[in-house]
């Protein structure tokens, strides 16, 4: 029997009722710019609770409208449990929306040859930051086959080893003649002042913006911006880059006291997509 990670922060992060978790995707998405159509192979999207980020990773997942991809990969950072390296969850993962299929096969080639990225529970427990773009991807794709992967150790050559495992799967078969998408997820500074909030942003923000990973994992040890899924970030761009995604654009910004109206200790968002021509 297919073991099954169920839902965590249904309830508390969006909501778990059907119904309701529906009601609130179609309002996010009603008020998203409208997809371009561009060939989108990687999104960086905030993971807090829908009331605070929501609407900003939906301008993101919007631009995936009308688009097919067999495999998504979502890597997230790990809140909760450190380990070296990533975990791949070994089995389904569900919402309230559904089951999702994990690509087995696509993990499989995934951990033949590394030592870092093992098929295992750790990490995936409790762990918010993959499950809540899991709603949007369901709401916006319908049918896609899940890679489910949390980083417990962040550092660039855990993020970078992750990317080139990730695309050299583009050159065998069945890969090499199917899509896929990257998930990278992240928010930004913690509890800083508004105005002090966006001037940290505005360095990750900048990176990301210019495909930089380098920089970007620079001035993450330099404390000149934060991010706490920095490596999937890194390891979202590393591999978009490879593949030739090589445009970036800004899809939102944005931070907690814009809902809240607490301006003294906000928590940064942004939604981002990697595109070809």
């Known amino acids: 029997m297919q073991k099954v990670r169920y839902p965590s922060v249904a309830g508390s992060f969006y909501p778990a009722d059907k119904a309701d978790l529906q009601q609130t995707l179609d309002l996010f998405f009603r008020n998203t710019q409208p997809a371009e159509k561009l060939n989108i192979g990687c999104i960086i999207s905030p993971h807090a609770g829908?009331?605070?980020?929501?609407?900003?990773?939906?301008?993101?997942?919007?631009?995936?409208?009308?688009?097919?991809?067999?495999?998504?990969?979502?890597?997230?950072?790990?809140?909760?449990?450190?380990?070296?390296?990533?975990?791949?969850?070994?089995?389904?993962y569900k919402t309230p929306l559904g089951e999702i299929e994990t690509d087995m096969e696509f993990c499989q080639k995934l951990t033949e040859?590394?030592?870092?990225?093992?098929?295992?529970?750790?990490?995936?427990?409790?762990?918010?930051?993959?499950?809540?773009?899991?709603?949007?991807?369901?709401?916006?794709?319908?049918?896609?086959?899940?890679?489910?992967?949390?980083?417990?150790?962040?550092?660039?050559?855990?993020?970078?080893?992750?990317?080139?495992?990730?695309?050299?799967?583009?050159?065998?078969?069945?890969?090499?003649?199917?899509?896929?998408?990257?998930?990278?997820?992240?928010?930004?500074?913690?509890?800083?002042?508004?105005?002090?909030?966006?001037?940290l942003d505005e360095v990750i923000v900048s990176d990301i913006q210019s495909l930089d990973e380098i920089k970007l994992d620079q001035d993450i040890l330099r404390r000149k911006g934060e991010a706490c899924g920095y490596g999937p970030v890194i390891s979202g761009?590393?591999?978009?880059?490879?593949?030739?995604?090589?445009?970036?654009?800004?899809?939102?910004?944005?931070?907690?006291?814009?809902?809240?109206n607490d301006f003294d200790r906000v928590v940064g968002y942004v939604s981002a997509i990697i595109f070809k021509n």
Not at 55 to 67: C, K, Y
């Open 50 to 92: 829908y009331i605070y980020s929501g609407a900003i990773a939906a301008e993101g997942f919007a631009q995936l409208s009308g688009q097919n991809y067999n495999t998504v990969v979502v890597i997230s950072p790990s809140h909760f449990e450190y380990f070296k390296g990533c975990s791949i969850y070994p089995g389904n």
């Open 113 to 199: 040859n590394s030592h870092s990225v093992l098929i295992s529970g750790i990490g995936h427990g409790r762990e918010h930051a993959l499950e809540v773009q899991l709603p949007f991807l369901q709401f916006v794709l319908g049918s896609f086959k899940l890679v489910p992967i949390v980083m417990g150790e962040q550092n660039y050559k855990t993020a970078a080893d992750l990317a080139e495992l990730i695309t050299s799967l583009n050159y065998e078969k069945p890969y090499s003649d199917k899509r896929v998408l990257i998930v990278s997820s992240t928010d930004l500074s913690h509890f800083y002042n508004a105005e002090q909030a966006k001037k």
């Open 237 to 260: 761009i590393k591999s978009a880059k490879i593949n030739n995604f090589n445009h970036c654009r800004i899809t939102a910004y944005g931070h907690s006291g814009q809902v809240s």
